[in-house]
């Protein structure tokens, strides 16, 4: 019932496209999406995570889990993380997929709401630490268009590999178009 008024509003109502597609037979990933400039992003990938059939979750800093509202982001499939400085966030992190069957966790590789020209590599060193792909989802409010890229397994190349990141989000446009990501070669 849900993913039918999602579908409703996300295709009719809101005239969004969604181009690609999560693979169901890839159980554990980090999906990386860009751009993350205003929280409209969240309702965006609430909506497109149930049209596309996916169970996927997200962390968020551990203030937004306290009262009144920590019970529905952890309905919604979030988890607090600590984000105190000194720790090992990203062996923690990929420690979660080994007690997993399924897991996906989205990530905002520019870290902030705020315009970066570089991707933070947390999200990558999650995905080699874990042994899992990273599915790239671009949010683009230019094109009112979400694209899911194919699952991509990291090399031993991080330059070869981040170039083709920043090619598949270039010119893609967040809600707030100044704080869109964009790439200084």
Known sequence: MIRAIYKFIYFKLMGWKLKGAFDPKVKKCIVAVVPHTSWHDFYIGLMVRSISKMNINYVGKKELFKFPFGWYFRWTGGAPIDRTP?????????????????????????????????????????????NVPI????????????????????????????EYFHKFFEGVVGKVPEKSFRYKR
């Not at 897991?103 to 520019?110: D, G, H, Q, S, Y």
């Not at 268009?145 to 397994?153: A, L, M, N, R, T």
């Open 86 to 130: 000194g720790q090992n966030k990203v062996q923690a992190m990929a420690a979660v997929f080994d007690g997993k069957e399924e897991f996906r966790l989205t990530l905002a590789p520019e870290g902030t709401r705020k315009r970066v020209d570089e991707l933070r590599t947390g999200f990558y060193y999650i995905a080699k630490e874990a």
């Open 135 to 162: 599915v790239l989802v671009a949010f683009d409010f230019g094109k009112k268009e979400v694209k899911i890229d194919k699952p991509f397994y990291t090399t031993d190349d991080m330059e070869a590999d981040f």
